[in-house]
């Protein structure tokens, strides 16, 4: 019933899903550039007496390596304004203290769902100076267009 | 007894010979009337609803306080994503049970009708709150934001509505299977039992969903588990995405090809798409939680699995539907390696109108077997990329199909033709969306890759000159949804008018038949038992882990909030 052209088709469809998954398993497992996963829970009502979320901000917790601890709430991150030496790498936890957000910086691939009850973490280098868009790229109500903040990086 | 069974077999099978003869009965064809007129009206709501949301991204207009940005994007969604879909897939599919199962059963048609009522009821119940800006959640409605219990219970409604037709179309299927024992049940009946099986499995998850939102929603439970919601709702959300598409396959598969005058692709093949489709489409909805916290990366990465998957038997039918189109323009005398395509009826907008739309499938499941890759999906997760997507998927492979297909059905359960003018509309009206959906799409997928977010009324970030930099694409959008709201009215004018003022006469319900010489379809293709069993056994590997985990490791739940 199947024609020679649509076997070599579906062998060629096939191949490239497979394809597809041994390069995505790769970059996931061997390369760990995995999407943000990370999974410890926090009571969303008590953010603010939750280490780390006690004290958010930067830290600097190596040579050229930054963790920022962060907030999300409608309509803000907190803290605001970061700025980083260029050639930095950046670890961000973060976690919501109301309805979900999401973390999203252009010009990078810094993207994830930021959900209340969860804690996120999230990595990122940031080698070329310059000034990056943070936004919330999930709709969180009337002032969610105005939910951003920048990482300078200098 | 036996001799009464042997008489209500005869009369059915005159009932049958009648439908053929004379066409739907009119009880039928009153039902798929009133199915598509509400359809085509939500196009027109939700078309006007979408220039709105177009001009405003743009910067060139700013939203009403009484009717702001996210109260129109609500409806938006709703309107195309539930009412247009659910509306025209039900309409359809009714119709093309009457006419291959021989009239639907009384009964059924009763359930069609309570079923119909019910969808309007809770629609009516579910845009309330939203015009009164109770409810500006978008159709995703994710926990913890919380909208008036109206709209949750509208959804019920909805929900319920979809279920009566589900067993309608059930009903009249094991009817015509007990008549017609060993035989196959009619190709467009098998592709109308596959969505209805898909649109109950599929929209059980959602109910769950909305049946623990409701007390929450009304302060009798304080707390909701926000990822369970989540994920019950996408289980149920991306099986009606697919739910639309296997709806627009099954006129590729078996309309079209009767339109250019050719014979429908392998009926085993064409089974077996079905099939595979019904069996690998709820576990689907995971790639939506792919950077969502609490899921682990294996898990994450058997989804990766899960979702590509589904794109084989798409990749079946693209080859399949460019073999008879080539199979089809050969036998007309068209020649050389690909001067065979001046054979086809490029002027009839039955053929233009779905013929664009699978093309417009090409780069569309490309672009989403892409996007359901863990880290690239990471790049282009709730940005305008999506937006594009399914603008291009939905907008374009579904809703052009259902034009194309309402050239025909419309005249034909209206008992009128399609006259030469109105198709000549039809194909000025397809090369306009065409445009539009290019141009508006197109613009959605770039500005997207740049970093613009999804949902998210215009915004300069308070003048960031990245921000800025998107503004020249989003001027496309505003061009697109232009030309796209043309397009809607010249559709929304030709369905209407095929509907009442068209002349009268006969217009043919154009099934295809399978090639001469083709071996007849084995018996194991009407296991449906065994692929429902399937289904739940692979929703079962896809679903349990991370549900049970959210579940039983759950943090404390969140109590509503109103943040709009």
Redesign the interface.
């Given at each position: 019933m199947m024609h020679r052209s649509e076997k070599v088709w579906l062998i060629l469809s096939f191949g490239m899903i497979i394809g597809f998954m041994l390069i995505t398993g790769y970059q996931t497992f061997a390369l760990e550039m995995g999407p943000p996963s990370y999974g410890e829970r926090i009571d969303p009502q008590k953010v603010d007496e939750t280490a780390p979320f006690d004290n958010p901000g930067i830290k600097k917790i190596g040579e050229n390596e930054y963790e920022v601890v962060m907030i999300l709430q409608v309509f803000s991150f907190t803290p605001n304004e970061i700025e980083v030496p260029a050639g930095s790498t950046v670890h961000f936890t973060m976690t919501s203290k109301d309805v979900v957000h999401g973390f999203q910086v252009a010009d990078t691939n810094l993207n994830a769902m930021v959900v209340p009850g969860y804690v996120q973490k999230i990595t990122q280098k940031f080698d070329k100076p310059g000034e990056y868009l943070v936004l919330c790229n999930e709709y969180c109500g009337a002032g969610h267009q105005m939910m951003s903040t920048t990482i300078t990086v200098k | 007894m036996e001799t009464v069974i042997k008489q209500t077999g005869k009369t059915q099978a005159f009932k049958d010979k009648a439908n053929k003869v004379m066409g739907i009965s009119l009880e039928d064809a009153k039902i798929t009337k009133s199915y598509l007129s509400v359809a085509f009206l939500a196009i027109l709501l939700g078309g006007i609803l979408g220039l709105l949301q177009g001009l405003n991204r743009a910067g060139m207009l700013e939203l009403p306080a009484w009717l702001?940005y996210?109260q129109v994007l609500t409806a938006h969604g709703l309107l195309l994503v539930v009412v247009l879909s659910a509306f025209f897939t039900i309409g359809y599919f009714y119709a093309g049970l009457s006419h291959t199962l021989g009239g639907l059963l009384p009964k059924v048609r009763k359930m069609a009708w309570i079923g119909f009522w019910m969808k309007i009821f809770g629609f009516v119940l579910a845009v309330i709150p939203i015009l009164m800006n109770e409810a500006?959640v978008?159709y995703t409605f994710?926990p913890?934001?919380a909208a008036s219990p109206i709209f949750y219970i509208g959804l019920v409604f909805i929900v319920l509505g979809v279920w009566m037709c589900a067993f309608g179309a059930f009903i009249n299927v094991a009817s015509w299977r007990k008549r017609n024992p060993g035989q196959h049940i009619p190709i467009l009946s098998f592709f109308a039992t596959g969505v209805f099986v898909l649109l109950f499995f599929g929209s059980i998850p959602v109910a769950i969903e909305v049946f623990t939102i409701i007390p929450w929603a009304f302060g009798w439970v304080e707390t909701i588990n926000?990822?369970v919601a989540?994920t019950l709702f996408w289980a149920f959300g991306h099986t009606l995405v697919n739910i639309w598409y296997l709806t627009a396959v099954s006129a590729w598969y078996v309309i079209v090809p009767k339109i250019i005058g050719g014979r429908r692709w392998?009926d085993?093949?064409t089974r077996i798409v079905v099939i595979a489709l019904v069996i690998m489409n709820i576990t689907g909805g995971f790639h939506h939680?792919?950077?969502?916290?609490?899921?682990?990366?294996p898990v994450?990465?058997m989804h990766?699995?899960m979702s590509?998957?589904i794109?084989?038997p798409s990749?079946?039918t693209a080859?399949a539907m460019f073999?008879v189109f080539e199979r089809t323009a050969r036998k007309k005398g068209g020649r050389g390696l690909v001067g065979w395509y001046k054979k086809l009826p490029w002027g009839d907008v039955r053929f233009l109108a779905p013929f664009i739309a699978m093309a417009a499938f090409i780069p569309a499941g490309a672009g989403g077997?892409v996007q359901s890759?863990?880290?690239l999906?990471?790049?282009v997760?709730?940005?305008m990329w999506i937006v594009g997507h399914f603008h291009l998927t939905l907008g374009m492979s579904v809703v052009m199909t259902f034009f194309g297909i309402s050239y025909w059905l419309i005249p034909y359960v209206s008992k009128r033709m399609l006259t030469p003018q109105i198709n000549k509309l039809g194909v000025i009206q397809t090369i306009i969306w065409t445009l539009g959906m290019i141009i508006m799409s197109g613009a959605m997928h770039w500005v997207g890759l740049?970093?613009s977010?999804?949902?998210?009324?215009?915004?300069t970030?308070?003048d960031?000159?990245?921000?800025l930099s998107w503004d020249p694409y989003l001027f496309f959008l505003a061009i697109g949804g232009t030309l796209l709201m043309i397009g809607v009215l010249m559709q929304v004018y030709a369905v209407f008018y095929l509907m009442f003022f068209a002349p009268k006469g006969n217009t043919e319900f154009p099934v295809a038949e399978v090639e001469e010489d083709?071996?007849p379809t084995p018996r194991w293709t009407e296991r449906w038992g065994l692929w429902i069993v399937c289904m739940i056994v692979l929703v079962g590997m896809a679903y349990v882990i991370p549900l049970v985990d959210f579940i039983v490791?759950?943090?404390?739940?969140?109590?509503p909030?109103k943040?709009?």
């Open positions: - | 702001n996210y500006s978008m994710y913890p934001m926000v990822m989540r392998n085993l093949l939680q792919i950077i969502d916290p609490g899921i682990s990366e994450k990465y990766v699995f590509l998957a794109g084989f990749l079946m080859y073999a077997i890759t863990n880290q999906n990471q790049v997760h709730n940005t740049l970093g977010p999804r949902r998210t009324s215009y915004s970030y308070f960031n000159a990245t921000a083709e071996a490791n759950a943090p404390p739940g969140s109590p909030y943040t709009w």
